[in-house]
């Protein structure tokens, strides 16, 4: 058995200004990564790349406990 990990970024880079902007809000990202938990059941680490920050990884947390509290984990 594997443990898989997940580091999702928010979405594609826009350049504005010469910076990059990622424009995948907190919800939006917690929306696709519960998605992705429905799928794949054996993800067991999850995290944040491009893009993420604290907000992001607020609200992944709040969408892995309703996983793990749900009847169907």
């Not at 990564?33 to 067991?44: A, E, I, P, S, T």
């Amino acid at each position: 058995e594997y443990n898989i990990l997940v580091v999702p970024n928010a979405g594609m880079p826009e350049n504005e200004g010469g910076q990059a902007v990622y424009k995948m809000t907190p919800e939006k990202m917690g929306e696709a990564l519960g998605d992705f938990l429905n799928q794949y059941k054996k993800v067991r680490i999850i995290g944040g790349c491009c893009g993420t920050n604290p907000e992001h990884i607020k609200v992944l947390r709040k969408v892995i406990d309703e996983k793990a509290n749900s009847v169907e984990g």
